[in-house]
Each structure stands twice: as C-alpha cells, then as structure tokens.
C-alpha cells in the first residue's frame, strides 16, 4: 500500500492539529496502522497504532491520553488527532501500515511508510 501524510504545520503549545494518512493500491481496511515520529537527532520513535481485526489501539505512554488514531475505511484514510501539544511533541510524523497488522509498536515490523509530515509546536 502507498501512504501519504499531510496535515502537519505549526501550532503553539496546547493546541490542536489533525493528521492525515491517505492509502492507495490496497484497501486500509485489512491493515493495521500506525504513526511514529522522528525528532531531530533521535530515534523514530512510536506513537500510536490500530489493529485491522479489533480494531484496538495503542498508544505511547508520552502521548496517551492527549492523542487519538481513527480511520475511515471507506475514505482509505488514518488519522491522528493530536489535543494539548507540547514542544517535545515537535518531529517529523510519519504513518505505516502492515498487512493484518495487530497494532505493533516496533517500527521494524511495518513494511510500508509514508514521506512524513513536520509538525512544530512552538512554546
């Protein structure tokens, strides 16, 4: 499936932004999704994931609570609602899906990624 992101920008602390992940060539709705995130000098790190047959989610401890990940299958689109933002929510978002996928958090077990959307959170 090819994966594209949008929906990042800028916004101050405490605010709100939503993100997109749209699919083609496959439908979303067999697989599970998830978002990561790559501050600048760090590790892509975990945020949220789906599973495609529960449709259960989880979340990084850092986030849970604040963020939301939903989809539209019909739309063939993921997406992440991000309330109450902070500086160190600041980093390159990115969505990734794997085929069946149960809701991993390990970035190695998704084969597929999008480009990645910047989203700065000023303080």
């Known amino acids: 499936v090819q994966l594209q992101a949008s929906g990042g920008g800028l916004v101050q602390a405490g605010g709100s932004l939503t993100l997109a992940c749209a699919a083609s060539?496959?439908?979303?709705?067999?697989?599970?999704m998830a978002w990561f995130r790559q501050a600048p000098g760090k590790e892509r790190e975990f945020v949220a994931a789906?599973?495609?047959?529960?449709?259960?989610?989880y979340y990084a401890d850092s986030v849970k609570g604040r963020f939301t990940i939903s989809r539209v299958n019909a739309k063939n689109t993921v997406y992440l609602q991000m309330n109450s933002l902070k500086p160190e929510d600041t980093a390159v978002y990115y969505c990734?899906?794997?085929?069946?996928?149960?809701?991993?958090?390990?970035?190695?077990?998704?084969?597929?990624w999008g480009q990645g959307t910047l989203v700065t959170v000023s303080s």
């Open positions: 789906d599973s495609w047959s529960s449709g259960s989610t």
């Open positions: 060539g496959r439908a979303v709705s067999s697989y599970g």
């Open positions: 990734a899906g794997r085929r069946y996928g149960l809701g991993f958090t390990g970035k190695e077990a998704y084969p597929d």
